[in-house]
């Protein structure tokens, strides 16, 4: 079945610098790779995702990108602020069979 | 519409006892899925159930855990003889396409 190993465990910015992490997968098949941003006591919800046919996506200060030669995909957050203090998920899935990584605990310091 | 819910929202149970936590899936999703995580930890998958096919389990982590999904909608969790390692959230998630709706989750204790 599907891996997902995502690094680093945890991350500590100051505001307004980059935040990024990487996530790799073992199952070539996958075609789906979404990310899920939790807040304390929350439950997890959809930042961004993409799918195979693409390299690269982005939405505003976050963007993902994805090499499915190296079977890896990124998730980068430009001018960090406090409120993008969260663990962040990402996941690879094959016809809706999702495995998600450990996990990024991200702190932005003010 | 309704998102995803889940009951109890919280369980506190004495070890060995039996319990059931309950997922309502979003209307017309035909995929659902639970996840446990312990504090502090990530989303450990338990099982999956698409349609009508035969469900996932590879998650489960012991015989002591099962699930059923009736009817392709309403899902439950049960866990028999409860040790205080089971002891986590169990969020349970559902999806039409590729994004998984979380619910909110049942904090389970065992005491």
């Known amino acids: 079945g599907e891996n997902v190993e995502q690094h680093p465990s945890t991350l500590s910015v100051q505001e307004g610098d980059s935040a990024v992490i990487k996530c790799t997968y073992s199952d070539s098949a996958s075609n789906y790779f979404p990310w899920y941003k939790q807040e304390l006591g929350k439950r997890p919800q959809l930042i961004i995702d993409i799918r195979s046919n693409v390299g690269e996506k982005k939405d505003q200060r976050i963007a993902v990108t994805l090499n499915k030669t190296a079977k890896h995909f990124s998730l980068h957050i430009t001018e960090t602020q406090p409120e993008d203090s969260a663990v962040y998920f990402c996941?690879?899935?094959?016809?809706?069979?999702?495995?998600f990584g450990a996990g990024t605990r991200l702190t932005v310091k003010p | 519409g309704a998102g995803v819910s889940q009951s109890p929202s919280n369980k506190v149970t004495e070890k060995g006892k039996d319990v059931e936590l309950r997922c309502d899936p979003i209307?017309?999703?035909?995929?659902l899925y639970w996840y446990r995580q312990s504090l502090g930890q990530g989303l450990e998958f338990l099982i999956y159930?698409?349609?009508?096919?035969?469900?996932?389990k590879s998650g489960l982590p012991s015989d002591r855990f099962s699930a059923e999904r009736t009817g392709g909608s309403v899902s439950t969790l049960t866990i028999q003889r409860t040790q205080q390692e089971d002891s986590a959230v169990y969020l349970c998630?559902?999806?039409?396409?590729?994004?998984?709706?979380f619910g909110p989750g049942t904090r389970l204790t065992v005491t």
């Open positions: 209307s017309g999703h035909t995929a």
């Open positions: 996941a690879a899935s094959m016809w809706r069979d999702m495995r």
């Open positions: 998630a559902s999806s039409l396409m590729d994004e998984q709706y």
């Open positions: 159930f698409q349609g009508n096919s035969a469900p996932d």
